[in-house]
């Protein structure tokens, strides 16, 4: 609360200052008043706890004008308020209300106060309805300790072993219970969950068997490693995962930057056997950081890909999908290594020689027919298997046409042999000496932040929409497990993918059994089904892939970040343009940093608005936002959304003297009550 002079005597009448009507606020003064009671700062000098807390004496002035402003001339002013923040209104007095002593002798003074509430700051008293005592002492080891576990334990995981009356057996279950949440769902588990899970597992691994494939080409991968990928993980995971219906295996974005990063150091045609090894090596350090940041407790850093560079950044990525898969749909061999737009469109008109019409024909006509059934499940979500098994009846009925009539469709490029036969072991494959270990490291980081945030996102979702919650930590180290123990096995990145999870979530699955279902059916088709790949066409992986990622195309949410924040809908555009035009980590690097830039200036230009009050009530809105709030006639009532510290003090200051300039032009220019005081509703300040 600042007190004001009248404006006919300002100052700067004695100290030749430009005229100001208001005395500067020094916010590294200790202030200790706030419009609900509370203290905002430590104070000088002790000060009772049954008396209210207030400033000794007035508000430091600037340097220029260090004596106290000069009383107000007509009366004495008083400002009520009560504990919860409620301005309860001010009254006039004809003289300064006499300070009561407090009971067992003595009397008040000036900045002090009894047990009547009631203290005199120059000419203005303030009333307290509350009493509100200082905040309890915490030692500095106390508050550090508290505010490392905000940090690192938010959700408080311990909780379970502070219960009461728990025996060290109890303790010790509940242990392995949070180290392997499968124990926990186990003891439950009964036929009809086992039905459920039987369903979804078998509706999601006729997804997981042509996505798996397709993926490991978009990968620059051989198709065998997508399958072997939607084996031995999904099993992993339903050991150490949380999440009920997160489906497992390979996904888009994690195959694309794979096959963008390290095509560009290794050619995966003529040195393939490198470049499978690299893409494992990427899978182990891909895993190695999603478990670090689980153990140590870093999933916040992930937070910082907002939804508007996650927007940006998988609308990029999908354009980026669909232009590689112009490949399989025209069917060209000599096709370029570079993913950005202008180069892909250059190679699709040069090698205009090698077009096939059959392909084309075979791509388009599929493509159709798998955008139809994802339409038909948007619509009619109970008809969602109408678009989980489009993508594997697709590949059957392709399969058929190209195997009938395979001597009028020698151009049309299939898949070929597949080797048959459960994941082989590929430690002796892992790169570690090399000019190529940077690239793998590199590729690693970027694929293993990425897949974290989707499959993070993925279950948090799913979790909402079930009224359970899920341990991003614990998950960070779930789905970091099975990449490390997946680059073992012949297997390259995978995640919680947007289409499987939806579908699994769609089927009904109760638990994490229906990725020990799909994983049973792919291990069906390594054994037995191989041999009836041999014919599949490109063309319909092509046209899968396409089908999956279009949905990342999200317009819609485009439009809503341009109506509610346009930095943020700058942020993904820049996102967006960045993978399109330049590459895939420098776009995603330029939206997080401005992403970090926002982050900044939010903190130190914290946001302030002018309160009024809602008539018939004894509440306070913005004035900007509600059009019935009412200003209070010689109050100038501000709000500060945030902490004040040294990265924001000078800002607010500044900030608020501009408000108390616009104030007094307003008041000449209406002629409205001459202001008298401004109040500060600090309570985004922390006490502590």
């Known amino acids: 609360m600042v007190n004001t002079p009248p404006p006919e005597k300002h ?55 260090r004596s106290p402003p000069p009383p107000f001339p007509e009366a004495h002013h008083a400002i009520t308020i009560s504990n919860n923040g409620s301005f309860l209104g001010s009254h006039n007095h004809p003289s300064p209300p006499p300070l009561r002593p407090p009971p067992g002798g003595g009397g008040g003074k000036k900045g002090g106060g009894g047990d009547n509430g009631i203290n005199v700051i120059d000419d203005c008293a303030v009333e307290e309805i509350h009493e509100v005592c200082h905040p309890p002492h915490v030692s500095l080891w106390d508050k550090l300790r508290g505010r490392l576990n905000e940090i690192f334990f938010p959700e408080d995981p311990f909780h379970v072993f502070r219960k009461r009356n728990q025996s060290p057996a109890t303790k010790f279950v509940e242990a392995v219970q949070y180290v392997f949440p499968i124990i926990g769902w186990l003891r439950t588990y009964d036929f009809d969950v086992f039905r459920s899970d039987l369903i979804a597992g078998l509706t999601i691994a006729s997804l997981a068997i042509p996505q798996g494939i397709s993926y490991a080409k978009l990968a620059n991968l051989p198709p065998i490693i997508g399958l072997y990928s939607s084996f031995v993980p999904p099993m992993i995971y339903a050991v150490l995962g949380s999440s009920r219906h997160l489906g497992i295996g390979p996904v888009s974005v994690a195959s694309l930057i794979i096959g963008s990063e390290l095509s560009q150091s290794v050619s995966p045609d003529t040195q393939t056997e490198l470049y499978v090894s690299l893409a494992f090596t990427t899978t182990l350090f891909a895993g190695l950081l999603q478990t670090g940041l689980g153990i140590f407790r870093l999933g916040f850093i992930i937070d910082f890909l907002s939804k508007a560079t996650l927007t940006g950044f998988m609308a990029g990525a999908a354009v980026i999908v669909i232009l590689q898969q112009l490949k399989g749909l025209f069917g060209i061999t000599h096709f370029t290594k570079q993913m ?55 590949v059957i009925i392709s399969t058929l046409v190209v195997f009938i009539l395979r001597s009028k469709l020698q151009k049309v490029a299939t898949i070929g042999k597949l080797p048959e036969g459960v994941n082989p072991s590929s430690l002796h494959k892992l790169y570690f000496h090399g000019p190529y270990l940077s690239v793998a490291i590199k590729t690693g980081i970027l694929a ?94 092509a046209a899968i892939i396409t089908s999956a990622v279009i949905g990342f195309i999200d317009v819609k949410a485009a439009y809503n970040l341009w ?13 967006f343009f960045g993978v399109l035009f330049i590459s895939v980590p420098i776009g995603l690097a330029i939206a997080v940093g401005i992403s970090l830039l926002k ?29 019935n709030a009412r200003r209070v006639p010689a109050f100038l009532i501000l709000t500060i959304e945030s902490p004040i510290y040294f990265a924001n003090s000078m800002y607010l200051q500044e900030r608020i003297i501009r408000w108390i300039r616009e104030e007094e032009q307003r008041i000449q220019e209406t002629g409205d009550a001459i202001l008298k005081c401004v109040i500060l509703d600090i309570t985004g300040t922390n006490c502590s």
């Open 11 to 65: 100052l700067d009448e004695q100290h030749h200052q430009p005229q100001s009507s208001i005395a500067s606020i020094d916010f590294y003064t200790p202030l200790r008043l706030s419009i609900d009671g509370t203290p905002r700062a430590a104070a000088t000098g002790p000060s009772p706890t049954n008396q209210p807390i207030i400033p000794e004496g007035p508000i430091p002035l600037p340097p220029s004008s």
């Open 340 to 394: 950005q737009i202008i180069p892909v469109l250059k190679s699709v008109i040069h090698e205009e020689k090698e077009w096939t019409w059959q392909t084309v024909v075979i791509c388009l006509s599929f493509l159709a027919l798998l955008l139809v059934a994802r339409q038909v499940s948007a619509k009619k979500p109970k008809l969602f298997w109408v678009s989980a098994l489009a993508p594997l009846t697709s």
């Open 448 to 541: 293993g932040v990425l897949s974290l945030t989707e499959g993070i996102a993925v279950g948090r979702t799913c979790a909402s929409m079930n009224n359970y919650q899920i341990d991003g930590n614990k998950e960070m180290i779930a789905i970091g497990a099975m990449n490390v123990c997946g680059c073992l096995c012949s297997c390259y990145v995978v995640s919680g993918g947007f289409a499987r999870s939806a579908v699994n979530y769609n089927a009904g699955a109760k638990t994490a059994f229906s990725n020990v279902v799909m994983a049973l059916a792919i291990l069906i088709t390594l054994l037995f089904l191989m041999p009836l790949f041999y014919y599949t066409p490109n063309a319909v992986l």
């Open 563 to 575: 109506k509610l924040d346009k930095l943020d809908f700058l942020i993904s555009m820049c996102s």
């Open 599 to 627: 982050i900044i200036l939010n903190v130190s230009r914290p946001f302030t608005s002018e309160l009024g009050n809602i008539p018939g009530t004894r509440i306070y809105r913005n004035l900007s936002c509600y059009n």
